[in-house]
């Protein structure tokens, strides 16, 4: 009690810490109690035990924070939700199976609009052969709020966590970076002539991948499936959700090592690139890719001996390979200069 009455009086802001250091924070002194806890808080996904193991993961989306009404469709909200949830399976190698829903509601949203995210939702699990097998629905003082929970498995063989990438091991990545935050980019911009003036009719021809990309993101369980078919089980695994940096520092940290990644290496769009340039000159395309996050893609390490199964998919990309244990995670520059990566700060509110 007087632990805690101590602990009340010193105020720490949330966004002063680091979004990791507050998880570890918050459930350091967790103890496991149950053997089939394989894997608990630490990775993209919770590992229980059973042949094959079970996947757990629960992510949620908070209206104003996450997604935005004025430009988010609810059909793709929904779909947007299993989506990221999905993602976190294809991280640790595994095949989903169920999820879990749930929802909290203000006055707002009427029981049609309800319809219109669970059409998302059911969408999403049709495409990835999924089912819905419960959640709950609940009341908003304000905006809306959803969770989805992702259940699935993989063989104990097959599991990749966020350790195991070793010494001059393949940093690799798949699809294309910094696509989803272009597309963030794009609606602002509309939001904000839309705001200033509200007959303006908003002209989104020609940003259609990056705006799909932004709003109806897809797990990549297509790479789980095509590493699977090639052989390969990569050595460490994390989804992309909060840019490429955030990432390969996690694989970094979880796994004791170090990371070059080469900038000439990364897999940007041109409409990402185009999207930059006419947002302004300082708005680069290689921080969309480092910092913007969305992109729901796959960073993951390989041996070098798999390098010749890898090397000629079109959807797989080498960015890097691992170092040592006591070097940074940096990105070389085309001109052979290294720009060391940061974690980007606690995405707090406020109020
Ligand atoms: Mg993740």
Known sequence: MQEQLEYQEGRTEISHMGKV????????????????????VGDDCAVIEGSPLTLVNTQTLVEGVN???????????????????????????????QVLVSVAVSNRYSVEALDELYAGVRLCCERYDVDLVGGETGTSRAGMVITVTAIGG??????????????????????????????????EREKVTYQANPDFQPDLA???????????????????????????????????????ADSVLHLCRASRCGCEVYEEHLPIDYQTSRVCSEMSKNMLPVSCALNGGEDYELLFTVSQKDYDKIKDLQEIHIIGHVTEEGMPAVMVTPQNTTITLRAQAFQGVDE
């Open 67 to 97: 997604f935005d009404m004025m430009y988010t469709p609810l059909k793709h909200l929904g779909y947007k939700a299993v989506a990221v949830a999905l993602s976190n399976i294809a991280a640790m190698n595994g095949t989903p199976h």
């Open 21 to 40: 250091a507050l998880i570890e924070r918050l459930t350091a002194d967790m103890e496991q109690r149950n053997a089939s806890t394989v894997m608990g």
């Open 206 to 244: 020609g940003y259609d991948y990056v705006l799909e990309r932004f709003l109806k993101p897809e797990p990549r369980l297509d790479i789980v499936k095509l590493l699977a078919e090639k052989g390969v089980v990569p050595t460490s695994m994390i989804d992309i959700s909060k840019g490429l």
């Open 154 to 187: 993989v063989e104990p063989g097959k599991i990749t966590y966020r350790h195991g990438a070793g010494l001059h091991d393949l940093v690799c990545c798949s699809g294309d970076l910094g696509s989803a935050y272009a597309g963030l980019l794009v609606l």
